[in-house]
């Protein structure tokens, strides 16, 4: 079981991400990592004290962002497969807790469409496959859900899209997602 945190507001996203996967962490996770709109993303493998030190030497900024948990079902603990996972322009960034299990035909598919895919894992799936319903429906929340009607498997989803950074979509399907409406942050 993997561990997904989300978070939009005014705070500093770097420490509230990180103070939230630390309240997730009750076993051994073999990854971690976080992107935030307006800087980027680190990743590292092992538990969250590991992402903690990369990210002192990086200058991650923002107020929203999205962090994950990983513990492994497809490739192996490596940073490349830690999430979050992206598409090919860096644009779609996807944190995911569950299983696709139609990832392997969706990736073909994508593939012949000129995704390039970097990780082993279902996830990045995701990430692309909302990148191509993007770029022919030019809505963020629109492709979301078409991305979502063509998967199959189980998921809790928090994805970010670089060109509206204040705005996280969350979606669940047979996995628990709770969301947390603040007074000016959500999470």
Known sequence: MCGIFAYAGGKDAVSVLVDG??????????????????????????????????LAQNSLHGTSGIAHLRWATHGEPTEINAHPHHNNNKDVWVVHNGIIENYKELREALKKQGCNFVSETDTEVIAHLISYNLAKLNDFEKAVTKSLNELKGTYGLAISCAKEPNKINGARMGAPVVLGLGDGQNF
């Not at 976080?34 to 590292?44: C, D, H, M, T």
Request: charged share 25%; no cysteine; proline share 3%.
């Open 21 to 54: 996967l630390s309240s997730l962490e009750y076993r051994g996770y073999d990854s971690a990592g976080v992107f935030l709109p307006e800087s980027g993303a680190v990743k590292s493998v092992g538990a969250v004290d590991n992402l903690k030190k990369k």
